[in-house]
């Protein structure tokens, strides 16, 4: 019998910390759901005591979910209480607590004279902090993680003693972080089984472990830590995450599973629901993935050399060490076109893993049919794009009602907008350096703002003339930043509107409504 590895997601958390990516609650639960399908055994949510957006979404997808939605929080009383709001209603809900260990952010975080005055002292504050939170948190719930952040580089004899004093105080799993992705895969399996060895009470609690990618060792780390005696895996979608982001979820799933033979341990995700997941991550985060990445890049799966592809033919087996279905990759892709039914639409939006009706599904189908006006042909990742766009949409948006460009080899780029807001209706024009540039500074001049924009792209979504294409622009504004997308044939078009998303957002949050950024003080 082979041992189970707990999976947990830590997507809607550390994986939105990706700088770039941002998630209204919305796209959260949506996500949370897929997740759900993927069968992981643990979905962190979110960290409740950052911001209401944060708040509510944990809140939500406790409510919602079926598996044991997770909450992170510091170790503090404030914060744990609020995870424990948000999980009130939750069918498994977990605290997870966290304080930093090692000496360097011991010294860093907790300089100040009233958490001791030398390195000993804080420790000793440290340890107390973690056992106090610990203890709090059982007061709530049966189910408390403890994470030692920044455990890859604590002494090991003081990391066995705060974690042999955290699961006295009652915590169910321990967590060893490598939180800046420095240690290398024999090392950070001899600390787990360092601490297997060193820590009395050690069986009492499921020991994690939660790696960063800043060397490429994520995944190779947390292989090495099951080997160990870990598990649990944290990990993300995709691998993103606070950086180079976390371990990523399905190359330590498709690991454990194409290399069964090697050792004794099993994960119960549904695999087959990897590439659905994955597409559904991208697009809300609007965090493209790289076409080499494993399992789920676009040429994960190609194979372009003659030989490679000769060989193929003759046996997939060649060059291929699993099949594209067994992660869910469609082996076609079906195409829905003008005459396609909202009935049919619904259909395909479900097996891509996407719940819509009623309003919700009313709205795509009159967007999917302008789009299909336009390029004939919609394939998948048109849909995906779609919804990520449907559901990012501001409550109170600034809409684009008219745009007119003109631009040429010998003209110079001129841009007539006409925006709309809930009470106004604003026109302007503006010439610029491009027809981008001449677009965004009529925007401008019409809300008389300065440029915000602190960073721009756009990306065709499927190949061909006709695809659509989806622009991402980001803004600051007195250091928060806001990420709007924008979505059309056109891309000057696509632009606009991912700017005003992005300005509609910003209003959001100024006017105290949801912050569209996680801000987590970690
Ligand atoms: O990287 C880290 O240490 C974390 C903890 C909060 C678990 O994300
Ligand atoms: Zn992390």
């Known amino acids: 019998m082979k041992e189970k590895v707990l999976i947990f997601d830590t997507t809607l958390r550390d994986g939105e910390q990706s700088p770039g990516a941002s998630l209204n609650v919305q796209e959260k639960v949506e996500i949370a759901r897929q997740l759900e399908k993927l069968n992981v055994d643990i979905i962190e949510a979110g960290f409740p005591a950052s911001s209401p957006l944060q708040f509510d979404a944990v809140r939500q997808i406790g409510e919602e979910s079926g598996k044991i939605v997770a909450g992170l929080c510091r170790s503090v009383e404030g914060d744990i209480r609020s995870a424990h709001e948000a999980l009130r209603n939750a069918a ?24 001791g005055r030398s390195l000993d002292e804080k420790r000793r504050t440290i340890l107390n902090m973690a056992v106090d939170a610990v203890r709090f948190a059982r007061t709530f719930t049966g189910d408390v993680e403890f994470s030692a952040e920044d455990a890859g580089r604590t002494d090991p004899s003081y990391l066995a003693e705060i ?32 601490l297997k060895q060193r820590v009395a009470n050690i069986d009492r609690a499921t020991i ?15 292989l090495s830590a099951i080997e160990n005696g870990a598990r649990q895996a944290e990990c993300s979608m995709n691998g993103i995450g606070e950086r180079a982001g976390n371990a990523s979820l399905e190359e330590i799933v ?30 809300f985060t609007g965090l493209v993935i790289q076409p080499n990445k494993a399992i789920v890049g676009d040429n994960a799966f190609s194979h ?24 869910g990759v469609p082996e076609t892709s079906i195409v829905l076109g003008r005459h396609s039914g909202k009935h049919g639409l619904q259909a395909r939006l479900e097996s ?37 766009d449907e559901l990012s949409r501001p409550q109170d948006a600034i809409e684009l009602d008219y745009l007119h460009v003109n631009s040429g080899t010998a003209s110079i780029p001129t841009a007539t907008v006409r925006i709309r807001s809930k009470e106004n209706t604003y026109e302007e024009s503006s010439t610029g350096d491009g027809p981008v540039d001449a677009c ?29 294409g989806e622009a991402t622009v980001r803004i600051e504004d007195e250091g928060r930043f806001h990420t709007g997308r924008g979505v059309s044939t056109d891309i000057i078009e696509a632009s606009a509107k991912a700017y005003l998303q992005a300005l509609s957002l910003r209003e959001e949050a100024r006017s105290g409504g949801n912050d569209n950024r996680i801000n987590n003080g970690i």
């Open 92 to 115: 498994h809900p977990r605290i997870h607590t966290f304080v930093s260990t090692s000496d360097i952010h011991i010294m860093g975080k907790f300089g100040h004279e009233r958490y």
């Open 163 to 194: 974690i042999e004093a955290v699961i006295d105080a009652g915590a169910t799993t321990v967590n060893i972080p490598d939180t800046t992705g420095y240690t290398w895969p024999s090392e950070f399996g001899r600390k787990i089984a360092g």
């Open 208 to 222: 994690s472990v939660h790696c960063h990618n800043d060397l490429g060792l994520a995944v190779a780390n947390t």
């Open 254 to 283: 498709m690991a454990l599973k194409v290399r069964s033979d090697l050792h004794g341990y099993h994960t119960d995700i549904a695999t087959e629901e990897i590439y659905n997941t994955s597409r559904m991550v991208s697009s």
């Open 304 to 327: 372009e050399s003659g030989i490679h592809q000769d060989g193929m033919l003759k046996n997939r087996q060649t060059y291929e060490v699993m099949t594209p279905q067994s992660v």
């Open 352 to 388: 891509l893993g996407y719940s819509v009706s009623g309003e919700e599904l009313e709205n795509v189908y009159q967007r999917f049919l302008s789009v299909a006006d336009k390029k004939k042909e919609v394939y998948d990742d048109d849909l995906r794009v779609l919804m990520g």
């Open 440 to 468: 965004f500074k009529a925007i401008e001049r019409a809300l008389d703002l300065g440029s915000l924009v602190n960073s721009y792209s756009v990306r065709s979504t499927t190949a061909g003339r006709q695809a659509l």
